[in-house]
């Protein structure tokens, strides 16, 4: 797999999904590890915890398993017992595992068209056959999807599984109609495959109501969610997990290769929940994400309707922009180089070609004047890039 090296950081960084640095909670954090250091000492640094035994080696710490537990029951009205979680390595480690715990070589697996790409890898690594389905404003394209299960009737075959990011989908930014929402669980149940619920940006909103998630709407057992602290809190946390129904979850842990995660960290994110501190972080970073999605907007408003088309997200990171054919995109993307300006191209999320022309700006994790300033500069670019006729 090829890593490009990372965006200079001196300059306009719209690359990356990352959170703002300034976001940390590093104080309380460092408060946190030192306190659950002092008080648990070498017990906190092994593997797992004595009086629980092995079973932490598998899915991660029991009391921060039934935190999220609680969590996910206060936030998503889901009763979820603690074997319904397993702590993962961040939610990409959670949706390889969903991949090697339940597709084998041939397996259908539907995805949205433009979508997460390490997923793709998964699924692929997996020995999956991947299906696209369109995605449009209000998400995933569930009429496409039922199209798609008559078709593999029609060949003998059946959908397997189902993956997409129903709430502020990366990269996209869209949210799931309800009413797709419900059919969609409904196929589900009705021939039997499974829903991977990409969830990881569902509370970093800053706009419009809570969507009800798919795991919520779910009383079969096919729906497994990935939810991370990365985006929430830290990514150098590397502390996601996936929920549902405790048989779905042991089979993820039946192919894990790793001994768990950091008990440290686990413990001292215990802590951070107990203490009540989640909440009001995110109402912090959800208001300093807001004026840099405002920011990165304005900074375009000479370009856009014109010579670009963007949805304007109510969460997450990210502006998905599509440009005109008038556009060189070549020459866009030659003078944003040359101007420090890092983005993400749109043929790295998508499954098919796709004719239109498409990137990812994320405003999460530069500084606001940096966004301000940056994508200014890239609207003038744009501008100053049209064809001649």
Known sequence: MFFPDPPDVTGYNFDQGLPGRETF??????????????????????????????????????????????????????????????????????????????????????????????????????????????????????????????????????????????????????????????????????????????????ELRFEGASLPTLLSMDDSGLVLQAGTFSKMVAPGLRLGWMAGDPAGIASLASVREDLGVSQWIARTMIEYLGEGLLDPHLKKVNAIYRAKRDAAIAGLASVRDDLVKFRTPRGSFYLWIEIDDRVDWQRVAAEAAKARIYFRPGERFTLEADPRQYFRMSYSQAPLETVREGSERLGQIIRSSVRRT
Do not use: W
Request: net charge negative.
């Open 25 to 202: 909670p590093r104080e309380d954090l460092l408060r946190l590890a030192g306190k659950v250091l002092a008080r648990d000492g070498s017990v906190c640094l092994d593997y797992f915890e004595p009086q629980v035994g092995y079973e932490e080696l598998l899915f991660g710490n029991r009391a921060l398993r039934a935190a999220i537990a609680a969590r996910i029951g206060h936030i998503q009205g889901k009763a979820v017992s603690p074997e319904g979680v397993i702590l993962t390595s961040g939610s990409v480690q959670g949706i390889a595992l969903a991949a090697h715990g339940y597709l084998d070589t041939g397996d259908v697996v539907a995805v949205e068209a433009t979508t997460f790409p390490y997923a793709l890898k998964y699924f692929q690594s997996a020995g999956a056959e991947l299906r696209a389905l369109p995605i449009d404003d209000d998400g995933m394209d569930v009429a496409a999807l039922q199209k798609l299960i008559v078709e593999l009737a029609g060949q003998h075959r059946r959908l397997k599984m189902v993956y997409l990011g129903p709430t502020f989908q990366c990269p996209t930014g869209t949210e799931l109609a309800v009413a797709r929402r419900v059919r969609l669980v409904q196929l589900a149940q009705q021939h039997g495959f499974l829903i991977l619920e990409d969830d990881v940006y569902s």
